[in-house]
């Protein structure tokens, strides 16, 4: 019998001996209280009312026990949201049936084309079959993702959209069993054969800030925001001809990377209360999970979460969407996240578990560029997708740090915050402003507040040469860190230092591309350094998609401009990318595991760019594991990986025991001396503190036709004997399965410093399939 339901043999009197020690309420707040996994098949009204007597044990009436249930989860995750005091939170976590207990918080938020066709022609491969736009039907192995059904958790979405049309498409699958949740603004007919499914998921937000102030966000599926709009685009948009951002930049034809996929959606982001609360969501734990439990629960075969923690990343067993993913990676759905925008600094990287596929940012090989000409007739290019243009003239030039008024601290004059610039020392200018504090496009609209004629927004040093386009709402134009020195220099030794900004214009095939995004967040995995965190990259820079018509492009409150697809970066924009092919993947492979599918894109993924050369970093700098994981993502090369590397919900269980202590499904009790943390069969190696040597063993999988026998070749990182038997690999049949030993020996000749990072590879080869494992190694 489940020790869960075991506890639930005792009469509910012998509860209620908790519930004198409360009768004065202290402050209450959201709490997940986990259970593990449903065992057995109960009915969702016998599993509520066991999380019902659960938390009757802890309040004082069974009727105030069934008001402060926000959720109870019931598809596959065993537990609930609950409005409780620590102290009653702190009485159920030491439950012998809870797994842990911990506060639902307002710690998460979204991490906020061209870009498929870059893909297709960055491997050179379009000749096999793999084909990405729907109007191109060439035989494929993928069928565009048809049929396979992509969960969205997200901020809703925007239905009408040409994007999201369902003509043509077959009756939705028999298997699904998910729902179109109706409310404000979108009835059930908005659902279709694309978009076969919709819910939102509310209750933990409104039980931290109150009711949903409806005239920013719509109480419903529907997306008032635009981002959950753009992902879900990217993931499985139809093919759209002629479409552009606002000022016709980026024209032509809009396609998501499986477009003939169907779409779930799941509403889990909303506004956060304040002056603009267009500009920010939040997205609450206990409605995430929830999302995932019902996305579970509905049949879809991946999930899609541009959605990280903010600041430090919560602790593997306290992580609502790690928690809802290791359930979902149970039933082989794959799991999709966004890594963050918080780079370049080291160590800034979320969603670190391995049972999800953590995907870092890079651009593409598209630019918006504008030539601005200053006084002394130094051309600088640019880069903007605003429509606004300047009348070709020279205008004075000034930099903000000298237009600030009197009070603005010292380290933020340059930035044009909010009320910073004079408008008396601004007006009729182009102004020169700092990235850093603050959001780039509300600069902008600072410089037009002032009176200026048009903005250039300087890169920090941290940015480098990267420069993310907006829709301003005047001229202007972004430039790199090195061109805004030049321009900052220009003005300290001009007496009258004058400019002129020219037409910007959509162009194709930059070089070198593509690079890694200076926002990406970088590793090492903080949690657990014996797994390497991202996994993969993928485009993130500067990515048009779908939108929605509620939000303006920048969504600053003031900007009242309406556009269908808009063009925005971030680690957001590469996770539907790597979603999308997880969907082909799905449907060339419908029975390959979730570790499997993450094991053919990690395994086949490019250390090189576009032109042969290594992948740089937006600062000029090569990349590294730390920055792109495996490397950036291949997908033609994905369907054909050769080998895989694959792991079980058991494996993850065991990887939880030793890498945090906590037992995380009551069935599979911890071992007493659990292996460590990379003895996962993951694609890749990590190993922090080596001070000697040690083995790993790996196991692969041969899902090749034919016989094959490969060879082993090692990059040895530096300072790290790096030996792997057996050196070579036969396979006669599909799904035979090989292991190997790696062994890493310290032979440092010049002591490092505990804690260095070092990188190496491992591949096996056999003569067709490249199947490459980075290596990571910091020394103790």
């Given at each position: ?21 409360f ?20 009915a969702?009204e ?9 938390l ?6 069974e ?7 926000l ?25 012998e ?9 307002a ?30 039907w ?17 901020s809703?979405?925007?239905p ?80 759209v001809s ?40 939040t ?10 439990d ?5 049949g879809?075969?991946?999930l ?40 370049p ?6 969603n670190?578990v391995?049972?999800?596929i ?6 593409i ?59 008396e ?53 972004g430039v ?16 009258n ?10 162009v194709?095939?930059i070089?070198?591309?593509?690079s ?30 779908a939108?929605?018509e ?23 924009m590469?996770?539907p ?15 390959w ?17 576009a ?55 009551f ?49 040895n990182?530096n ?37 260095t ?8 080869n ?15």
């Amino acid at each position: 019998m489940s020790p869960f339901l075991s506890s639930f043999l005792l009469p509910f009197c012998l509860f209620s001996f908790f519930s004198f020690s409360f009768s004065s309420k202290p402050s209450h707040k959201v709490y997940i209280v986990y259970l593990g996994e449903h065992t057995g098949s109960y009915a969702a009204e016998e599993i509520q009312e066991n999380h019902h007597g659960l938390l009757f044990s802890v309040k004082n009436s069974e009727e105030e026990a069934r008001r402060s249930i926000l959720y109870s989860y019931k598809n596959s995750i065993n537990g609930f949201a609950a409005l409780l005091s620590d102290e009653e939170a702190e009485i159920l976590s030491a439950r012998e049936e809870v797994i842990s207990a911990y506060p639902s918080e307002a710690k998460w938020a979204p991490h906020t084309t061209r870009s498929w066709e870059f893909l297709t022609d960055y491997e050179g491969l379009n000749q096999r079959g793999f084909g990405f736009l729907e109007n191109d039907w060439q035989p494929s192995k993928a069928n565009h993702g048809k049929d396979v059904i992509v969960g969205m958790l997200d901020s809703g979405i925007w239905p009408e959209s040409k994007s999201f049309s369902d003509e043509g498409f077959d009756p939705v699958p028999a298997r699904w069993r998910g729902i179109c949740e109706t409310g404000q603004s979108f009835k059930a007919s908005l659902c279709n054969r694309k978009i076969i499914g919709a819910r939102y998921y509310i209750k933990s937000y409104e039980a931290y800030y109150g009711s949903l102030n409806t005239s920013y966000s719509y109480r419903s599926p529907r997306d008032g925001d635009g981002h959950g709009t753009h992902t879900s685009s990217t993931v499985a948009g139809r093919s759209v001809s002629n479409v552009s951002a606002l000022g016709g930049f980026a024209y032509g034809t809009v396609s998501g990377g499986a477009p003939l996929a169907r779409l779930a959606v799941y509403k889990v982001c909303w506004p956060i209360p304040g002056p603009n609360p267009n500009i920010e969501n939040t997205c609450f734990e206990a409605d995430m999970l929830a999302a995932i439990d019902d996305a579970i629960g509905d049949g879809v075969d991946v999930l899609s979460i541009s959605i990280g923690s903010i600041g430090d990343p919560p602790t593997f067993a306290k992580d609502g969407i790690a928690v809802g993913a290791l359930h979902a990676a149970k039933r082989e759905i794959v799991v999709v996240c966004s890594a963050g925008n918080s780079g370049p600094k080291p160590a800034t990287v979320s969603n670190l578990v391995p049972w999800i596929i953590t995907v870092g940012a890079s651009s593409i090989d598209r630019a918006f560029t504008a030539e601005i000409k200053l006084g002394n007739n130094v051309i600088v290019t640019g880069q903007t997708v605003t429509p606004y243009q300047l009348e070709g003239k020279d205008y004075p030039l000034i930099y903000a740090g000298d237009a600030a008024i009197a009070g603005t601290a010292a380290n933020l004059t340059g930035q044009c915050l909010p009320n910073s610039l004079s408008p008396e020392k601004v007006k009729g200018k182009i102004v020169l402003c700092f990235r850093g504090t603050g959001l780039r496009a509300e600069k902008g609209q600072e410089v037009k507040r002032a009176g200026g004629a048009a903005i250039i927004l300087g890169n920090a040093i941290a940015n480098g040469n990267e420069v993310p386009v907006d829709a301003h709402v005047l001229p202007g134009a972004g430039v790199s860190a090195s061109d805004a020195t030049k321009i900052l220099i220009y003005i300290n030794s001009s007496s009258n230092p004058t400019a002129s900004l020219g037409r910007a214009r959509t162009v194709n095939g930059i070089k070198p591309s593509p690079s890694m995004a200076q926002f990406s967040s970088r590793g090492p995995n903080v949690l657990e350094p014996n797994i390497l965190k991202p996994d993969i990259t993928a485009p993130g820079l500067n990515i048009l998609a779908a939108w929605s018509e509620s939000s303006s492009p920048t969504k600053l409150g003031n900007d009242k401009r309406k556009v269908k697809y808009n063009i925005i970066s971030g680690t957001s924009m590469s996770c539907p990318h790597v979603s999308a092919t997880a969907v082909l993947l799905k449907s060339i492979y419908p029975h390959w595991s979730s570790s499997a599918i993450r094991s053919a894109m990690m395994t086949t993924a490019t250390l090189n760019n576009a032109q042969g050369g290594p992948l740089m970093n937006g600062d000029g700098t090569t990349g590294g594991p730390f920055d792109f994981g495996s490397g950036h993502v291949r997908p033609i090369h994905a369907a054909d990986p050769g080998l895989v590397y694959e792991a079980s919900y058991q494996d993850y269980l065991l990887f939880m025991c030793s890498s945090t202590g906590v037992q995380m499904d009551f069935y599979y009790p911890c071992p007493k001396d659990p292996a460590l943390p990379y003895a996962l069969n993951y694609p890749s190696v990590a190993v922090s503190r080596l001070n000697d040597t040690v083995s790993i063993f790996r196991t692969v999988t041969n899902v090749a036709q034919g016989k094959s026998q490969y060879r082993v070749s090692i990059d040895n990182p530096n300072g790290i004997l790096v030996q792997i038997s057996p050196k070579s690999l036969k396979f006669n049949d599909i799904g035979e399965k090989k292991s190997f030993k790696i062994v890493l020996k310290d032979k440092r000749t010049v002591m490092r410093g505990n804690g260095t990072y070092v990188a190496g590879s491992y591949t096996w080869n056999d003569g067709v399939h490249l199947v490459r494992s980075p290596i990571v190694v910091s020394f103790g």
